[in-house]
């Protein structure tokens, strides 16, 4: 056979050794399967720089002459027919998919110019054209059917599971074609679509994703999923939304103005999966429809109308997509969105982008909301785990995005994920609420929504995930479109928490004012006013979410100077002048803070003088918002270098006013980097004494031995920092490295760090309650493990402490912090090309109560697990746990030679005193 293609013409050939048509009957040659094998082989073994094999069957219109008819007729072959579908499967891959398995991106691809790439697109559009033949798509969809009646109820075989992904991969590649308004590919684009859903496509579809082994197809099926509704998302709010807004955030990420093909890097061929995260594209004629134009959609081409899509047909088209929505939400959405989440925290995560489970919960729950489903037909999704997932992914992403900055990578992908993740989050909150609010739902549905609240009251990950959200903001890197969502997100979770806490929903108080204390800050601070400098374009919803924030920071914090910028000040000036209708609350704050400033200006004017370089970059002369300067790509990249140049300069004047101010000062670097802190700015005093070079303020001995700067510098600098070095240093030498964990906790006592301590206790506390989970039920658990930990444990990561807030952040700059973390035995970020220090995945719960004991007596509040259970159960004999049973009520811990006895029936006195018997 191979000598039919290598020796007489190539795949020219092969049409004539298929088969051939005869009174309306195709009729297979007796080498037709091997003629298939055969093209198969040389499809996989094509020379990828360029792309012979498939260009050849385009040229030789083997597709519409051979393949297409082979669909039709062969059903009654499924050896053949599977053999036809992987190869329609294969030759209608995306440009992007083949230009990735060479190892190239999109935009090297179109820098080398690959010359096969142009020739290879026509044929895509081609064969489009060629399956909007209702008989072929008919005929695919037919055999599905009859694929999942033949079982009977029982498991499908090997082989029909592959075919009927091979079938949902052809037809996410046709889907998968950009459309363009300038031809006519957007209009065939709908032509396909109102085919295929003319063939029964959603029936057959749904149950498919019903079925016991949908796990084979659920990644190709919500890729299809995605493609269905691109160009489309608009439509499906637009007859019940009174805000506009309020789906601008679906519409947004859901495009791809890049014309990129986002590849998870997972490429297929037979039973694998291959990720095209490609969502939508302009949805401009959804903007035509909302304001009620009626432009014409006819076809400009010669053959007139054979593509014409008449807005009859768009309609028609519409009232599919919602039939096929409703449908999917009530019978496919939760266990669909629950095996991509298990697929994603597998060892399988590589065959899917995340981003595809964000968008469908963005999607499909704002959709679920304005048509007010009930409840429990997306009740699944409104889980422990579900929430846990998404705080797992924000918190992960957000580190990663921390490095690709660090080592100068591009970040879009990582920028992209974050914010889906957030309007994830955003939907799941709005839709907990609602329902919460729902007096029509049954005691069943009540309860459920009641543990539900209980889990997610006694998070401490949720809460704080926001605040590290703000916190990590950078105008040149986050788009303020990000960050009025976060905000938004964390005042909805606010409310839902402040409802918990008046209901004693949580095992354990939460203290609110605690926790807006650390939002309490400069720098947090600066992140809201950047955010309201937009008042006059920002909802009422946005304004007042800042509003709020900066009430409680100014009057139940007491912390009024954290609003001392000049940003903020400047704004609350602009919203008093500009008469805009404001409550008596906003006007009181705005009135108090700009008192606050006179006074503090008139009893302290170089502070006040200092506030003038604290402030972010300020919106244009021409008051637009940044998304509408952004409209502009050469613009906004001059805008971004102006303001990155001012940022620069600001941040200059500070330093030197800074260090003018406290030059000769003992402990000079340390204090300007504290007060860098207050303006937003973080450095260290390694990063600062080089700052000081580079601008020729600070000179080094060596250049200038009589400088006087130099010699302050010496003084300031080198002897301070020496000194301390060798001061601890001496400190930890006369020590054994066994000692040194004890002195490091002394020495953080004696510096009023009891808090962070028992911080650090309670991390090494909760991965171990973590791993005793993964073998619990959940009758067993007292409480949900925690989101991040339980997570990363489940998939046998080491698990990061995480630096919420600014003070935890401080202590990686506290030596004898850093040195109890590393002879604790942790994995320090330097080690790991990570931001956060790590517990290590191999410890077990042994070992992580032990660690946790150095740090003082543990309680049984802490532990979360019932020893007695532990020891007793089968599954974790194999831990040895340092457990010794004395009688059922009594445990006795053997920890570092010490002897702990455990009350049971004292858990309120938590572990009890230590024995000061021998060792057992």
Partial sequence: MEWHIMNVGGVSSLGSNLGCLEESQYIPSDECKDVLLEIMQQLKDEDPRLRNVRRQIFYNHLVEKDLCVMIKFLRDDP???????????????????????????????????????????SSLHHYRTVFTDKSVLLSLLEEIHTLVEESEGYPLPEESCDVINQILLLLRNLLHFPSSSEDNSSREHEMFLRILFECDFTGRFIKLLQLIQREYWTVTAVQLVTLIFKGHTGEMFLQNVTDIESVTFIMEQSEDSDRECLMCGYQHSDKDFQCINYLEESISKNLRLRHGSSQDSRSSSPNGSSLEVSSQEQEKLHKYLEVFAVQFLTKAFCNTVHVLRNILTSQYKAMIDEVYILWLLAFF?????????????????????????????????????????RNKQDTTHHLRRIHLTVGAMREMLQGLKLYCEDQSL???????????????????????MFLLLIRNFQMHTHSLRFLQDVIITNHLLLLLVDVWRSQSISKTEFHMLNHIKQ???????????????????????????????????????EKPNALLQVQILRTFLEILDSNAPLTQEKTDLIEFILQKFMVEAENNP?????????????????????????????????????????????????????????????????AISTKLGEFGIKKTEQQISEDLKEFD???????????????????????????????????LEDLDDSEIVTYCITKLKEMKCEDHLKW???????????????????????ETEGFVAGLHVIQNKSVPLILYNEEQEQLMHNPYFITLLQFLGLHMPEDVGLVFPRIPHFWTIQNLVEKASQFGDLTIDQLKFDPVKLKEGREMTEIMLPFKLEKKEDITFEINGRIILLHIHSAAKGLANLSKGTKT
């Avoid at 400098?533 to 900066?550: K, L």
């Avoid at 920092?721 to 601890?728: A, C, L, P």
Wanted: glycine residues 4%; hydrophobic residues 40%.
């Fill in 79 to 121: 050896e053949i027919f599977g053999l036809v579908v992987r190869i329609l499967a294969n030759l209608t891959l995306p440009v992007e998919s083949l230009i990735e398995s060479t190892g190239y991106s999109m935009a090297e691809a179109s820098q080398t110019g690959m010359s096969w790439q142009q020739g290879v697109e």
């Fill in 365 to 405: 729950l704002k959709y679920a909301r304005h048509q007010r489903v009930e409840f429990h037909y997306i009740r699944g999704i409104f889980s422990t785990d579900m929430f846990a997932f998404l705080v797992y992914k924000i918190v992960v992403n957000s580190e990663e995005l921390v490095v690709a900055q």
């Fill in 442 to 464: 049954d005691k069943a549905n009540i309860a459920y929504l009641e543990n539900l609240q209980k889990d997610l009251a006694n998070s401490v990950d949720l809460p704080q």
């Fill in 519 to 557: 939002f309490a800050t400069t720098e947090v601070m600066q992140k809201y006013g950047r955010l309201l400098e937009n008042f006059e374009y920002n909802n009422a919803v946005v304004n007042n979410c800042i509003f709020t924030m900066m009430h409680h920071v100014a009057g139940d914090c």
């Fill in 606 to 670: 170089f502070s006040c003088a200092l506030q003038l370089f604290g402030e972010m970059p300020v919106k244009s002369k021409h008051g637009k918002a940044e998304e509408e300067e952004d409209e502009v790509a050469d613009d906004a990249e001059d805008e971004e270098e102006d303001e990155n140049g001012e940022e620069m300069k600001k941040e200059k004047d500070i330093l030197l006013m800074l260090y003018t101010e406290l030059m000769g000062q003992p402990g000079a670097l340390s």
């Fill in 697 to 731: 303020w600070l000179v080094d001995e060596r250049n200038t031995e009589g400088s006087e700067v130099s010699k302050t510098r010496s003084v300031e600098s080198d002897m301070e920092q020496s000194n301390s070095s060798s001061s601890f240093a001496d400190d």
């Fill in 760 to 782: 650090l206790q309670q991390q090494f506390c909760d991965v171990a309650y973590a791993k005793c989970a993964m073998s619990m039920s959940s009758l067993d658990k007292i």
